[in-house]
């Protein structure tokens, strides 16, 4: 049977917005077609990951106290992830990981967490801490030539500054930084964005779009998966587009 492995970093830490649900639904997506998923964890005080092994890495988002935490656990690895991130290795970064995949990020007291520097761009959160982009957040994407709605909510005190590319733009809420027309950094293996909701769990089509990445790398073949039911999570999406774009 064909897998894909994944690694869950941080599953105990970066836990505070429900993000471990994107486990669930690539899980869930994958084994629907008869996939198997083999998901392991890492957290601080594990033994290192051969992250090169892993078809997919993933990681969630927390607080600033959180990500100063595991930050100097997670910089140990930044060669060793930048080497799986320039294999080919595909990462799904949410929010708090998305900013530490970065060069800094500066939290809301000021203090400087620094970050892997894989990527160019580097975060300040905005020094007034009940200023935050916070709430529903619908972004349109580019996934193989296509354009694709993705829907969300973020939450984040951070701005992000510098992004070479982005993961699509903003048609409702604030994206990168507040009332932002971008949202998220993306390549062709890497999609970091400030998007919860469980992200994946609304975004039927970006999770396919993942897993035939994935596997195309893996087994160097397309991949065509077998279509779902996925009248429920349209009609989610559907009812939201109209709450929030067509009254915009
Ligand atoms: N603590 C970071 C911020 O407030 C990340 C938040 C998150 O992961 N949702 O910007």
């Keep these: 049977m064909k897998e894909l492995r994944i690694l869950y970093l941080y599953p105990d830490i970066l836990d505070l917005y429900g993000d471990i649900g994107n486990i669930k639904v690539i899980t869930y997506r994958l084994e629907k077609r008869g996939f198997k998923a083999v ?20 990681a969630g988002g927390g607080a600033d106290n ?57 975060t300040e959160a905005n020094p007034d801490r009940s200023k935050r982009c916070i709430g529903n957040i619908i972004i349109e994407t580019n996934l193989d030539g296509e354009k694709v709605k993705v829907i969300g ?29 971008s949202e998220g950094y993306m390549t062709d293996n890497v999609i970091a964005t400030y998007l919860h909701g469980p992200l994946l769990s609304k975004n039927p089509e970006l999770t396919d779009f993942i897993i035939k ?9 397309d991949v065509e998966l077998e ?21 915009k």
């Design 39 to 58: 998901v392991d964890t890492y957290s601080i005080n594990d033994d290192k990951p051969d992250f090169e092994s892993y078809d997919l890495i993933f």
């Design 66 to 122: 959180e990500q100063q935490i595991l930050s100097q656990d997670l910089i140990k690895y930044k060669e060793d992830i930048k080497k799986a991130v320039d294999k080919g290795v595909f990462f799904l970064l949410i929010c708090g990981a998305y900013q530490l995949f970065g060069k800094y990020y500066k939290g809301v007291d000021g203090e400087i967490i620094p970050g892997l520097e894989i990527f160019d761009y580097y």
């Design 153 to 181: 909510f973020e939450n984040h005190c951070g701005q992000t500054y510098d992004i070479k590319s982005t993961f699509g733009q903003v048609l409702f809420g604030n994206g990168n930084k507040f009332n932002d027309s």
């Design 213 to 221: 990445k994935c596997l195309k790398r893996k087994y160097n073949e």
């Design 227 to 247: 279509k779902l039911d996925d009248n429920f999570e349209n009609l989610c999406r559907n009812q939201l587009f109209e709450r929030f774009l067509e009254n």
